[in-house]
């Protein structure tokens, strides 16, 4: 003679309570990870269908660069200037090959320089900074004189203009 199985409603009522609410929790966990993971897989085909909008159809030909946006530049736009570790590591770099003609590699020199940079007191770091304050002043005014000349219009191209043709 085949043997019943049991059911939920027979389990519960032979086990004890503090049992039957132990593995109701277990199961309640469980169902809650299924629907997070379903969320889960729902956002990320959104995603992705989202992506296949503006992602080209082939990437092999199209060259791409991370973290970088196609702007153009302007040619009379001033530089930013360099920060005042670049003008320690000028000054480092001439000491540092000087001391050490077989050393070429700039990889070398340049982790040679971060630590010895690293280790200095601000008192020896001041020169530099004061260097690298008065050419970030130098551009700002630059900037400035440059986004007048843009918004007044003297720095616009009028060989471009059709108008003028």
């Known amino acids: 003679m085949p043997k019943k199985k049991s ?37 990320a085909l959104l995603s992705r269908e989202s992506e296949d909008e503006w992602r080209p159809k082939s990437l092999k030909n199209v060259k791409t660069t991370r973290g970088k946006k196609n702007v153009k530049l302007d040619a009379k736009m001033p530089k930013k200037p360099p920060t005042a ?39 020896e770091k001041v020169h530099y900074y004061d260097i690298g304050n008065e050419k970030r002043r130098e551009f700002d005014k630059a900037m400035a004189d440059y986004i007048k000349r843009k918004e007044s219009g003297e720095d616009e191209d009028t060989e471009d203009d059709p108008e003028f043709e």
């Open 7 to 43: 059911s939920k409603s027979e389990k519960s009522v032979s086990s004890s309570p503090s049992v039957d609410a132990a593995s109701n929790e277990r199961r309640s966990r469980m169902v809650l990870r299924a629907k997070s993971s379903e969320k889960m897989k729902r956002l």
């Open 85 to 123: 570790f670049f003008y320690f590591l000028e000054d480092f770099r001439k000491d540092y090959q000087a001391q050490n003609p077989d050393i070429k590699s700039m990889r070398d020199i340049g982790k040679a320089c971060g630590e010895k940079w690293k280790t200095m007191t601000y008192e």
